[in-house]
T-cell receptor, first 117, second 118 residues
Framework: DTGVSQNPRHKITKRGQNVTFRCDPISEHNRLYWYRQTLGQGPEFLTY????????KSRLLSDRFSAERPKGSFSTLEIQRTEQGDSAMYLC???????????????FGSGTQLSVL | AQKVTQAQTEISVVEKEDVTLDCVYETRDTTYYLFWYKQPPSGELVFLIR??????QNEISGRYSWNFQKSTSSFNFTITASQVVDSAVYFC???????????????FGKGITLSVRP
């Protein structure tokens, strides 16, 4: 079991550029979540998938943000026309969900630190 | 709306001291879940405990213990005989029980930075 993997660990970009992050969840996990964490704050929910379906999006997720999980395995989070306010740690988490039980605990990755200059 | 307040921002203790991290939450839901996560310098959030709103039994796991009091909407975390390796940011989080039965959307507090000095 390799845990939740996120790439890259760090990303520095110039304002206005597009960036894409990748998350590989634990292999048998059907739910995948994206959170954003800014300095000195707790993580904030952005969106989550069950298999390939995106079930919920936070209002924090502006039109410049798009997340996909095309085959129900890895996920990508793209930010278009980045702004300095997008600078944050982007965390991915996964869990195993079934109708027979509630979500079990979330397993988080180490995150991608985005710096927009 | 859900809210989690961790009023303490930074705590510094000497090794072997006991330390309690406070967490107060607000929710209109009658059924919910509470969590504690640890975030070491590596950045990965490590799950510590999940507690159901209908289970007010306190829990002890080694040097860790949790005191859940529904009457005061608090879910405090105590580390007994702290160690340097306990140094990290600790987050309390609140999870809703949605129509789907899941508690996937967590509301986190701002976190408490714990420093344990040798």
């Amino acid at each position: 079991d390799t845990g939740v993997s996120q790439n890259p660990r760090h990303k520095i970009t110039k304002r206005g550029q597009n960036v894409t992050f990748r998350c590989d969840p634990i292999s048998e996990h059907n739910r995948l979540y994206w959170y954003r964490q800014t300095l000195g704050q707790g993580p904030e929910f952005l969106t989550y998938f069950q298999n390939e379906a995106q079930l919920e999006k936070s209002r924090l997720l502006s039109d410049r943000f798009s997340a996909e999980r095309p085959k129900g395995s890895f996920s990508t989070l793209e930010i278009q026309r980045t702004e300095q306010g997008d600078s944050a740690m982007y965390l991915c988490a996964s869990s195993l969900y079934s109708h027979l039980s509630i979500d079990r605990k979330l397993f988080f990755g180490s995150g991608t630190q985005l710096s927009v200059l | 709306a859900q809210k989690v307040t961790q009023a303490q921002t930074e705590i510094s203790v000497v090794e072997k001291e006991d330390v309690t991290l406070d967490c107060v939450y607000e929710t209109r839901d009658t059924t919910y879940y509470l969590f504690w996560y640890k975030q070491p310098p590596s950045g990965e959030l490590v799950f510590l405990i999940r507690r159901n709103s209908f289970d007010e039994q306190n829990e002890i796991s080694g040097r860790y213990s949790w005191n859940f009091q529904k009457s005061t909407s608090s879910f405090n975390f105590t580390i007994t005989a702290s160690q340097v390796v306990d140094s990290a940011v600790y987050f309390c989080a609140l999870g809703a029980v949605l129509v789907t039965g899941a508690n996937s959307k967590l509301t986190f507090g701002k976190g408490i930075t714990l420093s344990v000095r040798p």
